[in-house]
């Protein structure tokens, strides 16, 4: 079946420093994108989404950026800050069929 | 607003005892979907329905049943409990039928079957 998957599970970044999360996905008829963030004991929360009509989107602190070519895409978070620590996931959404979530990086913000 | 309510926040069930974990959102979502999350695998769909009487089955429907009678709630009910169903289960809505704009999550029920 179709799978979104993750290049890292973990990653750990300096606070301050600029995030980078990386995801692949495998269906290139996927037209929708988005990302959420998910702390300890709670639900995921919506970060950014983004079409495929588009390149880029950015939000507060936060930007995605797609490469259809490649099936790629990725989060950035400028300025991580402690609170950012979380699991993050990705997921697409192909035509006719539920959104298909990747398993998660966990980002590791140090003080 | 309180968005996705999920009730209970916690479950310990024997094998082949049945019980239903509730949900409801207050947004007037038309879609609302069910999901388990296991270590290592990610969010799996169980049931999704894209309005109230229609229902339809996700990657992984088998032990669970759904209804929805009404636009705010969609119960996900366990038949008969196996431990392989041992979870953190999250209900989540979204405004668009299609499922292309943002699923708004509830707290999630960690449910526990031995």
């Known amino acids: 079946g179709e799978s979104v998957g993750l290049h890292l599970p973990t990653l750990s970044v300096q606070e301050g420093d600029n995030s980078i999360i990386n995801c692949a996905y495998s269906?290139?008829?996927?037209?929708?994108f988005i990302w959420y963030k998910q702390e300890s004991g709670k639900g995921p929360q919506f970060i950014i989404d983004?079409?495929?009509?588009?390149d880029k989107r950015q939000g507060q602190r936060v930007t995605v950026l797609l490469n259809k070519t490649v099936k790629h895409l990725s989060l950035q978070i400028a300025a991580t800050q402690p609170g950012d620590s979380a699991v993050y996931f990705c997921a697409d959404k192909p035509l006719r069929t539920p959104l298909v979530f990747g398993k998660g990086t966990r980002l590791s913000v140090i003080a | 607003n309180a968005g996705v309510t999920q009730t209970p926040k916690f479950q310990v069930l024997k094998t082949g005892q049945s019980m239903t974990l509730q949900c409801a959102q207050d947004?007037?979502?038309?879609?609302m979907s069910w999901y388990r999350q296991d270590p290592g695998m990610g969010l799996r769909l169980i049931h999704y329905s894209v309005g109230a009487g229609i229902t339809d089955q996700g990657e992984v429907p088998n032990g669970y049943n759904v209804s929805r009678s009404t636009t705010e709630d969609f119960p996900l009910r366990l038949l008969s409990a196996a431990p392989s169903q041992t979870s953190v289960y999250f209900c989540?809505?979204?405004?668009?039928?299609?499922?292309?704009?943002?699923?708004?999550f509830g707290n999630g029920t960690r449910l526990t079957v031995t």
């Open positions: 269906n290139s008829a996927s037209d929708y």
């Open positions: 947004m007037n979502h038309e879609y």
């Open positions: 983004i079409r495929s009509n588009m």
């Open positions: 989540a809505s979204s405004y668009s039928r299609r499922e292309d704009t943002p699923l708004h």
